[in-house]
Nanobody, 115 residues
Framework: QVQLVESGGGLVQAGGSLRLSCAAS????????MGWYRQAPGKQRELVAL???????NYADSVKGRFTISRDNAKNTVYLQLNNLKPEDTAVYYC?????????WGQGTQVTVSS
């Protein structure tokens, strides 16, 4: 089974940047769309960004213009570049592989943005 491992989270001040990485255990980007989700305490998990099999990107309105999703097929890794971070971006960020038979999730990486 495919495994996903996130990294790159941390503590940053408002206006700062982070780059999150999601490493897959094997090549999957030609068959699965990949997404980044986030979940803040007491809130539902929400979709932040999605990259399709064809490489098109989609973003939640709250992050559009600030976040960028990309992938490196040779490294089996998908990235999320977070720029101009705001305190409301604080959450655990999860990598997701979208499969018709059921999604695969990473364990998450914490992003904390201070004022």
């Amino acid at each position: 089974q495919v495994q996903l491992v996130e990294s790159g989270g941390g503590l940053v001040q408002a206006g700062g940047s982070l780059r999150l990485s999601c490493a897959a255990s094997r090549s999957i980007f030609s068959i699965y769309a990949m997404g980044w989700y986030r979940q803040a305490p007491g809130k539902q998990r929400e979709l932040v960004a999605l990259i399709t099999i064809g490489g098109s990107a989609n973003y939640a309105d709250s992050v559009k213009g600030r976040f960028t999703i990309s992938r490196d097929n040779a490294k089996n890794t998908v990235y999320l570049q977070l720029n101009n971070l705001k305190p409301e971006d604080t959450a655990v960020y999860y990598c997701n592989a979208n499969r018709p038979v059921g999604d695969i999730w990473g364990q998450g990486t914490q992003v904390t943005v201070s004022s």
